[in-house]
């Protein structure tokens, strides 16, 4: 079994940066999650209090697809890297709109429904501050 372990949440005025990171690991040798990490898509999602979980962004397996929510588009940047097992979430000109519980789930497709995916990690909780 792969877990994903979200980290990198945090307190940030409005305007300012975080970046989020999402590590797969397991139980099974490093090889077995390096493989299965290189054949994933990689998505963030996000939920506010009261709201749904919504997509933020997705990555294909490779990197070269990538996919944004258009309240994202030009302010968030996600990237990978296949030999550390982790995807990241660039954060910038944070709005308060924009805090939520981060997760990173795993996936066949950099798809943004959440149908789409079947593995999820347990979630950062990012606070802009106004």
């Known amino acids: 079994q792969v877990q994903l372990v979200e980290s990198g949440g945090g307190l940030v005025q409005a305007g300012g940066s975080l970046r989020l990171s999402c590590a797969a690991s397991g139980r099974a040798s490093s090889i077995y999650v390096m493989g299965w990490f290189r054949q994933a898509a990689m998505a963030w999602f996000r939920q506010a209090p009261g709201k749904e979980r919504e997509f933020v962004a997705a990555i294909s397996w490779s990197g070269s697809d990538t996919n944004y929510a258009d309240s994202v588009k030009g302010r968030f940047t996600i990237s990978r890297d296949n030999a550390k097992n982790t995807v990241y979430l660039q954060m910038g000109s944070l709005k308060p709109e924009d805090a939520a519980v981060y997760y990173c789930?795993?996936?066949?497709?950099?798809?943004?429904?959440?149908?789409?995916?079947?593995?999820w990690g347990q979630g950062t909780q990012v606070t802009v501050s106004s």
């Open positions: 789930a795993a996936g066949n497709s950099p798809r943004v429904d959440l149908s789409g995916y079947t593995y």
